[in-house]
C-alpha cells in the first residue's frame, strides 16, 4: 500500500511526510517563544533600560505571531494532503476489493457461510484503510513533539517524563483490551450485526416498499429490528461500561500523580530556581505533554483496533480461489463452428452448502442447431444445469462437453462470446436503454444498428423509441429522468441482450414468464428465428414455448426421465404426459 501511495504521489508523499515534522516540532517552538515573551515581560516590568527589552518583546512578538500561522496553515495544508493521499488509499483497497468480487467463484456468493466474511470485510472497508493512515501520520507527528516534550520536562527532572508514560499507560492497556474484546464479540455476532442490518434494509430499501406497504410488514419488523439489535447493543454496553469505569479509576491516579508533578514544579519556583518563563513553559509542558502522551497512545489503541478490523478485510481477500484445470494458455477457443454441439455426461451436483444432490447421472446431448426444452417441476435442478453450463459451478461428477471439447478447457473470453443466457433472476440495469442491450457482450462493438436489430427481435424497440431520448433513456428508477418498464418488458429487453450476442449458443430461463400472450406469441416466432441457427437450451413451464422446441428433456428426481419430441413424450404417456395433464389442470404449465 505504501509502494502504491508513493508511486501514485511521490510529491504530495514528500510533502505530507516535511508536514509531520513541521506539525511535530512547530508547537514545541511556540511553546518555547511563549516562555521567553514572559521573561521579557517581565523584564520590560522591572528593568531600567525599557526601549531595548520593549523593541526585544517586539520582536519575539512578531516571531511568535508568524510561527503561530505557519502552525494553523500546515494545519489545514495537512488536512488537504492527507485527504489527498486518503483518496489513494480508498481507490486502492477498492481496487484489491472489485478485483476479488469480480474474480473468486460464482459459488462465495450463494454460499451462507461466507456471507459473514463478506459482510464483515466489505463494511470496513470503506473507511479501516483510511483511519489507519490518518492514525499513523498522527502518531509520528505525536512521537516528534512527544521526543522534544520529553527533552524538556527532564530538564525539570528526570523522574515526570516516566510519572507520566507509567500513569498514561494502564489507560492504554485498558483501550487495547477493550479493541481486542470488541472485536471478538464482533465477530461471534456477525449474523446479528447481518440480520439487523437486513430488516434496516426491508424498511427501507425500494424493493421490499411495496409488500411492506400492502402486507402491512412495517410494525412487524420494526419490532424484530429493535429486538435483535436492542440485545445486540446492550451486550455491546456492557464492555463500553466495564471500560469506561477502569479508565476512570486510573484517571483519578493519573490526576493525582500529574498534580504532584505541578506541585513539585511550583516548589522549585518558590526556592527561586525557576524563572516565571520557566515556571510557565514546564506548566504548558506538563499539560500539554501529557495531552499529547493521551492522545499518542489513544492513537495507538485506535491503530491497534483498526489493524484488527482490516484483518476482516484479509480474510475475504484470501478467500482460496479455484485452481483452474488448465492454464488459460493451455486451453483452446471455443470452436469457430460447433459440429456436434453440447453433450453432458453423467452429470451430478450438489451445492457446496450442502451435500444433498441436486443432479446425478444427468446425460443428454444438445445437437449443435437444435433447441431442447428442459422441463421439469419446481426444484428439479433445471437452473442448476444452466449455471453448470455458464460455468459458474464445476459438476462435482462427470463432464460437460462443447463438441470433444470438455467445457473448462475451452478459453474463458471466448465460452462467453459463445454461449449467451438469460437468467431467471435476469438483471435490470438502471443504465441507458442501449447499454442494457449492449451488455449482452460489451466486446462487440456499440452499434447503434444491431442494438436496435437485437431490441426489434425481442419486440422492444417500439417501447424505447416512444421515449424522449429514445435509445439514451435511462432505464429503472433509480436516477433522474428515468423511465420505468413494466416486468414484461424488461424480460423482453433482457432478451434482446442474449440477442445482441451473435453467440453459437443461447440459454434461456423462462424467457417468456412476464409475457402477456400476445407477446410471447410474437416472441416465439422471433425465438424460432434466432434459435434456427444457434444450438438453443429453454426452460420453461409454458406449453407454448415447449412445443416450438425440436427436443423435450425431462428432468425429475435428480436425472433425466424422458426425451424425445412433444409429440413422441405425450403418446408415450410417460412423466412428461402426466405433467402436461396435472400441471394445465392447476394451470401451472400454459
Ligand atoms: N445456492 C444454492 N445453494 C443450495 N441449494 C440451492 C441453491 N440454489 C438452488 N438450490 C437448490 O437446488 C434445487 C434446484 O434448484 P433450481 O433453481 O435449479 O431448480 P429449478 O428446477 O430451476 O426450479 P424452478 O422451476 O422453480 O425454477 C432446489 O432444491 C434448491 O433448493
Not at 430488516?199 to 425500494?206: A, D, G
Not at 470452436?335 to 451430478?348: E, H, S, T, Y
Not at 419446481?378 to 462427470?398: D, F, H, M, Q, R
Not at 424422458?562 to 396435472?582: A, C, D, I, P, W
Request: charged share 20%; aromatic share 12%; glycine share 6%.
Amino acid at each position: 500500500m505504501l509502494r502504491y501511495i508513493w508511486s501514485s504521489s511521490p510529491g504530495w508523499t514528500i510533502l505530507n511526510a516535511a508536514l509531520i515534522l513541521i506539525r511535530g516540532v512547530l508547537p514545541l517552538f511556540l511553546l518555547y517563544l511563549v516562555k521567553l515573551l514572559v521573561d521579557e515581560i517581565q523584564t520590560v516590568a522591572t528593568g531600567p533600560n525599557g526601549e531595548d527589552a520593549f523593541n526585544r518583546l517586539l520582536g519575539l512578538l512578531i516571531i511568535a505571531a508568524v510561527v503561530f500561522l505557519a502552525n494553523a496553515l500546515s494545519a489545514s495544508l495537512g488536512t488537504l494532503v492527507r485527504e489527498r493521499q486518503s483518496f489513494l488509499i480508498s481507490d486502492y483497497f477498492d481496487n484489491l476489493i472489485h478485483n476479488k468480487t469480480t474474480n473468486i467463484e460464482y459459488g462465495y456468493f450463494e454460499h451462507p457461510k461466507y456471507q459473514n466474511v463478506f459482510f464483515r470485510a466489505l463494511n470496513e472497508a470503506s473507511f479501516r484503510p483510511s483511519r489507519i493512515f490518518y492514525g499513523i501520520v498522527g502518531l509520528l507527528q505525536n512521537l516528534i513533539t512527544l521526543i522534544v516534550m520529553g527533552g524538556i520536562l527532564l530538564m525539570v527532572h528526570w523522574s515526570i517524563s516516566i510519572v507520566l508514560l507509567v500513569v498514561t499507560l494502564p489507560v492504554t492497556a485498558i483501550r487495547l483490551r477493550y479493541a481486542r474484546s470488541l472485536f471478538s464479540f464482533k465477530r461471534k455476532n456477525t449474523n446479528r450485526e447481518r440480520k439487523v442490518n437486513y430488516y434496516n434494509r426491508l424498511l427501507t430499501s425500494r424493493e421490499f416498499a411495496k409488500e411492506l406497504r400492502t402486507f402491512e410488514l412495517g410494525s412487524l419488523f420494526r419490532q424484530r429490528y429493535h429486538e435483535i439489535k436492542d440485545d445486540w447493543r446492550q451486550s455491546q454496553f456492557r464492555m463500553l461500561r466495564s471500560k469506561t469505569l477502569r479508565e476512570v479509576a486510573v484517571q483519578v491516579l493519573a490526576a493525582i500523580a500529574v498534580f504532584s508533578v505541578y506541585g513539585l514544579i511550583a516548589f522549585r519556583a518558590f526556592q527561586g530556581q525557576l524563572s516565571i518563563g520557566d515556571v510557565v513553559l514546564y506548566f504548558m509542558a506538563l499539560q500539554r505533554g501529557y495531552a499529547y502522551l493521551q492522545e499518542f497512545l489513544g492513537r495507538i489503541s485506535g491503530l491497534y483496533e483498526d489493524s484488527l478490523f482490516l484483518n476482516n478485510l484479509f480474510e475475504f481477500l484470501h478467500l482460496p480461489e479455484a485452481q483452474p484445470t488448465l492454464e488459460e494458455n493451455e486451453k483452446v477457443p471455443f470452436p469457430a463452428r460447433m459440429k456436434q454441439g453440447i453433450r453432458l455426461d453423467n452429470v451430478g451436483f450438489h451445492y457446496p452448502s450442502n451435500d444433498r444432490w441436486i443432479l446425478r447421472n444427468v446425460s443428454f446431448q444438445i445437437n449443435a442447431g437444435e433447441t431442447v426444452a428442459l422441463v421439469g417441476a419446481n426444484g428439479t435442478g433445471k437452473t442448476t444445469l444452466v449455471k453448470l453450463i455458464c460455468g459458474l459451478y464445476k459438476p462435482n461428477e462427470g463432464k460437460i462437453y462443447v463438441d470433444k471439447h470438455p467445457i473448462d478447457h475451452l478459453k474463458w473470453k471466448s465460452r462467453v462470446d459463445n454461449i449467451s443466457v438469460i437468467y431467471q433472476d435476469f438483471m435490470l440495469y438502471n443504465v441507458t436503454a442501449k447499454e442494457n442491450i449492449w451488455f449482452g457482450n460489451v466486446r462487440q462493438q456499440l452499434s447503434e444498428k444491431n442494438i436496435k436489430d437485437a431490441a426489434n427481435q425481442a419486440g422492444i424497440n417500439e417501447v424505447i423509441e416512444e421515449f424522449e431520448n429514445g435509445y439514451n433513456t435511462t432505464l429503472g428508477t433509480l436516477f433522474d429522468d428515468s423511465e420505468q418498464l413494466s416486468p414484461g418488458q424488461w424480460q423482453r429487453l433482457a432478451l434482446a441482450r442474449s440477442f445482441f450476442n451473435q453467440s453459437q449458443v443461447v440459454l434461456l430461463d423462462e424467457p417468456t414468464s412476464s409475457l402477456d400472450a400476445f407477446s410471447e406469441a410474437k416472441l416465439l416466432n422471433y425465438i424460432k428465428g434466432i434459435t434456427e441457427n444457434r444450438t438453443a437450451l429453454i426452460i420453461s413451464h409454458r406449453l407454448s414455448t415447449i412445443k416450438m422446441a425440436d427436443r423435450i428433456v425431462v428432468l425429475d428426481g435428480e436425472n433425466v426421465v424422458e426425451t424425445g419430441h412433444y409429440r413422441e413424450l405425450m403418446n408415450m404417456k410417460g412423466h412428461f404426459y402426466k405433467m402436461v395433464q396435472s400441471f394445465s389442470e392447476l394451470g401451472i404449465i400454459r
